[in-house]
């Protein structure tokens, strides 16, 4: 077994009732397969996106992305913030979400976030059934970001997305991220956040 092989098993939830497989395979990886995203792939995450669930069929969600070696791609790694920077250039695809803030009929769209990460949430669990993986970053300066690619003020930046084949080798990343990427992953437990009959907080 490779080392990326070895990291991805380690990385398997340690779940505590059976879910799906692909739910329990899926992390968020700093090293990625040195392997272009083919245009079909890329094309797949995007329609699995389109036919997520979204209040009032409002579809909110924008994605601008970038292949490794654009300009576009440079800008990206430029505003991401902290270690984000320091990991994020071995994803081949950088992109940035973002939602439109109101409905079409000019009413504010409380749901427009939820809706993005419902799509988010679909488009992660395609990836994951073609060996992508997707690294989600809300550390961003996202203003800036709105600026350098003007985007309009109708819409909000919420995240940047690291995308590739998971893969790559743990030297490429600074030693204080080697041990996070293979330290064990810590969930809270059922009880602190599903709560029958009525609200429980401890
Ligand atoms: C909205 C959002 C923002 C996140 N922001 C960052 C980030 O800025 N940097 C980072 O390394 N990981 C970020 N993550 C990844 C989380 O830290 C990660 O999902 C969490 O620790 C659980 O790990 P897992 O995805 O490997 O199960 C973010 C995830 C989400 C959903």
New binding site residues.
Partial sequence: MTVPEQIQLE?IADSDYEIFALLKQ???P?IFKDKKVTEQHLHQLFEAVRWAPSSNNEQPWRFLYAEKGSEAYEKIIANLT???KLWAKNAPILMLTAYKKDTDNGNENFHALHDLGMGLGAMTVQAQYMGIAM??????DHKNAQRIFNIPKEYHIA?AVAIGYYGGELEELPEKLQSKEISQ?QRMPQNQFAFKHSWNTQ
């Fill in positions: 990385n899926r992390y968020s700093r902290g270690n984000n690294h989600h970053m809300a550390g961003l995240t992953r």
